[in-house]
């Protein structure tokens, strides 16, 4: 079947622009992951999304940084006014179920603010 | 700062030869998963050992977790160039639904 989708997979923007980036996990998935991927770095967690229960923004790093999920189907992160340190490689996984489960991978969308 | 930490940063190995991999957290976990990340496929699951497990293999995989001293090891056998790859640990914290993934290892296999 179909894996974990994202679009786009490269996006330049301009510093100060606003950027939304698309993630469709795989279908029947309950469970939403975003990462932030540095160049070499590891993944930095996010935001967690788990059915319909209230997401885990704990790793949302400004309030410039946001997520939203409809249901168990695709996610969006939005990044108002981008700054040069947002560039980064972002990544979005979807599992059975959160936190016991593995977790499948898009191949991530690659951001470069300018 | 990050849950886990691999070690060693990097390792180069010739093929044919064993690989092992560390990696230390510091909080209770339900389990705590093996990736592997290559520049052609992204990221990808290896394994999961849970908290009440010792040991567990995967083909040329094995994974052990040691729940007193924190820390997990993945040891590839007979290691092939294809094997090449970052390798990150990932652990799921008690409690919780996220998972804090570790630095990673860079693993080159020589030919």
């Known amino acids: 079947g179909a894996g974990v989708s994202q679009s786009p997979s490269n996006k330049v923007t301009e510093k100060g622009k606003d950027v939304e980036l698309r993630c469709d996990p795989i279908?029947?998935?309950?469970?939403l992951y975003w990462y932030r991927q540095r160049l070499g770095q590891g993944l930095e967690f996010l935001i967690y999304?788990?059915?319909?229960?209230?997401?885990?923004k704990s790793g949302l790093p400004s309030d410039r940084f946001s997520a939203e999920r409809t249901g168990e189907s695709v996610s969006t992160l939005t990044i108002q006014r981008t700054q040069q340190e947002d560039s980064a490689v972002y990544l979005c996984?979807?599992?059975?179920?959160?936190?016991?489960?593995?977790?499948?991978f898009g191949p991530g969308t690659r951001l470069t603010v300018t | 700062s990050q849950q886990g930490e691999e070690d060693p940063q990097a390792l180069s190995i010739q093929e044919g030869e064993n690989a092992t991999m560390n990696c230390s957290y510091k909080?209770?976990?339900?389990?705590l998963q093996w990736y592997r990340q290559n520049s052609g496929r992204g990221l990808v699951h290896l394994i999961l050992?849970?908290?009440?497990?010792r040991e567990k293999h995967s083909g040329r995989l094995r994974v052990t977790l040691d729940t007193s001293k924190k820390s997990s090891s993945l040891l590839i056998t007979a290691s092939r160039a294809a094997d090449t790859a970052s390798y990150f640990c990932a652990t799921g914290a008690s409690g919780t639904y996220k998972y804090i993934f570790g630095t990673g290892t860079r693993l080159k296999v020589l030919a």
């Open positions: 999304f788990q059915g319909n229960s209230a997401p885990d």
């Open positions: 909080t209770s976990i339900n389990n």
């Open positions: 050992i849970r908290s009440n497990e």
């Open positions: 996984a979807s599992s059975t179920s959160g936190g016991r489960y593995e977790q499948y």
């Open positions: 279908s029947g998935h309950t469970a």
